[in-house]
């Protein structure tokens, strides 16, 4: 299990690099309009990658968060079996 601390440096490593990497990406590509769209005329519609960064940021958040919540889920139903099997076993040994 990765420590706070980890997440925090993995998050300032990636977020230092990724809108870079967005934009070159963008360039490489060119434009995101569909074909269709482009025939007909209609107005394209750019990429924002600070928009991008902020829900990715908001997505990434949110999956850390329930990922936490689940891990901690897990730690309680652990820790609960822990507590029944010492309780079964003073019964037992009594």
Request: glycine share 6%.
């Amino acid at each position: 299990m990765l420590l706070d601390s980890d997440w925090i440096r993995i998050s300032d490593q990636v977020s230092e690099e990724w809108a870079d990497h967005l934009t070159a990406t963008l360039t490489l590509i060119g434009s995101t309009q569909k074909e269709g769209a482009r025939l007909s005329g209609e107005e394209e519609k750019p990429v924002n990658v600070e928009e991008v960064f902020k829900n990715t940021v908001k997505w990434l958040s949110a999956t850390t968060n329930s990922i936490d919540n689940e891990d901690a889920k897990v730690v309680e139903r652990v820790s609960d079996y822990i507590h029944v099997g010492d309780c079964i076993l003073s019964l037992v040994h009594g």
